[in-house]
């Protein structure tokens, strides 16, 4: 009762308030709908802090224990704790314990600048080598249907850079006219190619998503589907 | 014969093959050199980004500008000089501007674009009358479901802890509602596509986007009905940044253009990519003739 | 050489060029905490950056720093941006006067003690024994997110999309009928429609069917080819930025 009845009442009352309260906005729906959301808002943040506890608990296990690589786990918690630390207390902060977590000046802010956004942004820079290396050995125009795809992936890449005006203007430069047209027309086909035949792809998938989306909602609120509860749900 | 064969199959499996660092040097140098050059170039926007343009320039002096910075460091280089134009063309036409995160990573950013931008380039604009910053909450979609309905439930201070009723751009406003435009900074979740669904159809209140090109296309379905205009990557601000300087040259030929700046990078990179995935075809098909050729031999 | 003998040569440069990059930086902008901060910010990139090369101590060191710093931003931010001055603020005012004076003053609402309960009982989950509590807030969350996603769902994204989708075909303008317009306006209709049919399972891809599923084929190959090129487009600009830091903000050598 306590590990399966209880968490799928909170899910169909909490889910079934939220769907009254978009039809009903009154009271007691409206304003339950809006505390339900508020209160959720606010459990969001000791997920940030179950992720944080998580965190510690393995990287002290794997220290502890001596296991593979267990030197970095060590780098792992003094960034975690040296950074908990300089926002909690925000130290340095010029305006005190009472002004903004990320003022400018805080040792908070200067960790943000210094290792999280070097960090975070490189890890995501890497991908544009990774593109670019996938593009060169997987992208193989097989048959019609990966020959589309490969043309359209040309004209946007060519179409959304100055090229297509540059090349025209060597074009209309040496005389060749009729190449300096094709290429200046790239640009309005790169825009009819996302106007169009990409809004209407989009768009499909986008219905078929919200289809998706609707109908797991409802399985969740009805109690049908249970999986997030863990393996002894059934 | 069957020698010069073999050679020449060994050097098309070399190339078909060939070591990825190779690769990555070519990318990289495609990158730095044109940012060495430092060359920039006019770019027409697109009637997408026009459309945004057009909104921001047409709000009379005095409106509300709530700007939404759903970013991280992951994707400021695509996204903050979106951020830096529009902020610089708002405070140009005189908008009142409310400034806030779904994302965590947003407010360090929110917190960076004021002390680069606002506060050195408008030194007339105020704290609590011309511009605030509300700061990040938690709860994603949540949030954005309360503040809808009721502002101050979620935000009773600002982001530096002052009471919100004591600020005077905040007494006329109750909620999003209040809002005459919104623009979302971003392209992951939460972002643009959530504030369109549940503040932008719900509440009736314009929105706009500005964000990464990999989220671009998804959200070409909701404009113009559901979104006023969207800012697609790097793309996307180099238009903006050149119809603002076209439009504003007195105001704009000092400012940076970081997103002009980048563009040349990107036209060269895109054209070594292209190149690659030519090169790599030709290689693909070559490879897969001797293949066939070998097999009827034998 | 003895790899011992590499590795603790590439160590020593390391450290030496991070040791002049500080030197060279603080000199520049006349501040030793600027020289350690954009060295480090310079060094970290380079760090994530050798993994192109292979993976390595550097890389690693890089990573696992980045895990620690991540979590912790993330705590603090939630912290302070939402459990002081809407949880704790709200249950006990006078608790937040040296933090948060503005809202010591305020009313107490005992309602947020359903939050505060649901918030401990999700952090049972780190308990070995009593794990199956925090059932109950991930229900909460569950709900909330299903109640919300619903409506807004069928609303914007279904709704919306097929209304937006219910165009004239033939596309009047001032001067007459536009044929450019009109065949756009048609391939929209005729491009979602397929596409849809394609998704659609439950009947064999046969016949007419399988033909207007062929057509959605092709109509999402040029969504993806789209697709395909936006995130080239977008992998470089972040390449770029890395890149102007490098040999902009740290080398000084781009404006």
């Known amino acids: ?234 | ?298 | 050489m003895n790899p011992k003998t590499i590795k603790l040569i590439i160590f020593i440069v390391i450290l030496t060029s991070i040791v002049l990059s500080v030197y060279f930086v603080s000199m520049d902008r006349d501040s030793i905490r600027e020289g350690i901060f954009v060295t480090s910010a310079a060094f970290l990139t380079l760090f994530i950056m050798s993994f192109l090369y292979k993976d390595n101590p550097y890389y690693k060191f890089a990573e696992h720093l980045f895990v620690g710093v991540s979590a912790a931003y993330w705590m603090t931010m939630g912290f302070w941006g939402t459990m002081m001055p809407n949880l704790v603020a709200k249950l006990w005012p006078g608790a937040v006067r040296g933090v948060l004076p503005a809202l010591a003053e305020k009313d107490a609402s005992y309602w947020f003690v359903i939050p505060l309960f649901l918030g401990l009982v999700l952090l049972m989950r780190l308990s070995p024994k009593g794990g199956w509590i925090s059932r109950w807030a991930l229900a909460f969350i569950v709900g909330t997110t299903a109640g919300l996603n619903l409506i807004r769902y069928l609303r914007s994204d279904f709704i919306a999309q097929v209304n937006n989708t219910i165009i004239p075909l033939v596309d009047k303008t001032e001067a007459g009928i536009s044929f450019w317009g009109s065949f756009s306006n048609i391939f929209v209709f005729i491009g979602v429609l397929c596409g849809l049919i394609y998704f659609f399972f439950s009947k064999e891809h046969k016949g007419f069917f399988g033909g207007a599923a062929r057509i959605g084929i092709l109509v999402l190959m040029l969504t993806f080819g789209a697709g395909f090129g936006y995130t080239v487009m977008a992998r470089i600009s972040l390449l770029a930025g890395r890149m102007t830091y490098l040999f902009g903000d740290w080398l000084g050598l781009i404006n």
Not at chain 1, 214 to 224: D, N, P, Q, Y
């Open chain 1, 1 to 234: 009762m306590w590990r399966r009845t209880v968490p799928i009442m909170i899910t169909f009352i909490v889910g079934t308030v939220l769907v009254v309260a978009e039809f009903i906005p009154h009271k007691p729906f409206g304003n339950l709908g809006e505390d339900f959301s508020l209160y959720f808002d606010i459990i969001a943040v000791f997920a940030f802090i179950l992720g944080g506890g998580n965190l510690c608990r393995v990287h002290f296990s794997k220290v502890y224990r001596k296991k593979t690589d267990w030197q970095f786990s060590i780098v792992t918690l003094l960034g975690f704790f040296v950074m908990l630390a300089a926002g909690l207390f925000k130290i340095g902060n010029p305006e005190g314990i009472q002004g903004d977590v990320t003022a400018a000046g805080s040792l908070f802010a200067d960790l943000y600048d210094s290792m999280f956004t070097p960090l975070q942004g490189t890890m995501y820079a890497l991908l544009a080598f990774f593109v670019a290396s996938a593009s060169y050995r997987a992208f193989r125009a097989k048959n019609i249907d990966a020959s589309i795809l490969l043309i359209a992936a040309f004209v946007i890449l060519l179409g959304r850079t100055p090229a297509p005006s540059l090349i025209a203007d060597f074009f209309a430069g040496a005389g060749i006219t009729f190449m300096a047209t094709a290429f200046n027309f790239v640009p309005t086909l790169t825009d009819w190619i996302m106007d169009v035949p990409n809004l209407a792809g989009q768009r499909a998938i986008l219905i078929g998503i919200a289809l998706g989306v609707i109908s797991m909602a409802l399985r969740l609120i009805l109690g049908v589907e249970r999986t997030y509860l863990g393996s002894d749900s059934k």
């Open chain 2, 1 to 298: 014969m069957a020698n010069d064969e073999k050679n020449n199959r060994g050097l098309l499996d070399r190339l078909q093959f060939i070591d990825r660092r190779y690769i990555f040097i070519f990318i990289a140098l495609a990158v730095i050199i044109p940012l060495l050059l430092g060359l920039r170039f006019e770019e027409k926007p697109s009637p997408i980004v026009l459309a945004l343009y057009d909104k921001v320039d047409n709000m009379p002096p005095g409106s509300r500008l709530l700007m939404s910075f759903d970013y991280g460091p992951t994707t400021a280089p695509e996204i903050q000089p979106m951020v830096d134009v529009i902020l610089r063309h708002a405070c140009l036409r005189g908008l009142k501007v409310y400034l806030m995160a779904v994302w965590a990573t947003g407010q360090s950013l929110t917190v960076q674009t004021v002390e680069d931008v606002l506060i050195p380039e408008f030194p007339d604009y105020e704290y609590g009358i011309d511009y605030i910053n509300l700061g990040y909450k938690a709860g994603n979609q949540g949030l954005i479901r309360v503040i809808v309905d009721d502002m101050k439930r979620m935000y009773s201070t600002d982001a530096n802890g002052t009471d919100i009723e004591q600020v005077p751009m905040m007494k006329q406003v109750e909620s999003l509602k209040d809002m005459d435009l919104i623009v979302s900074f971003g392209g992951g979740f939460p972002g643009i596509k959530e504030w369109i669904l549940f503040a932008g159809d719900p509440g009736a209140i314009p929105i706009g986007g500005a964000c990464t090109a990999v989220s671009a296309p998804q959200l070409y379905p909701y404009y113009p009905n559901q979104m006023v205009g969207l800012l697609g990557g790097i793309k996307g601000a180099a238009e903006y940044e050149s119809h603002v300087l076209d439009r504003y040259p007195d105001s704009f030929k000092t400012k940076p253009t970081p997103g002009m700046n980048m563009m040349v990078a990107q036209m060269v990179a895109h054209i070594v990519i292209m190149l690659f995935i030519v090169f790599g075809n030709v290689m693909y098909f070559m490879y897969r003739g001797k293949e066939r050729k070998l097999a009827m031999e034998k």
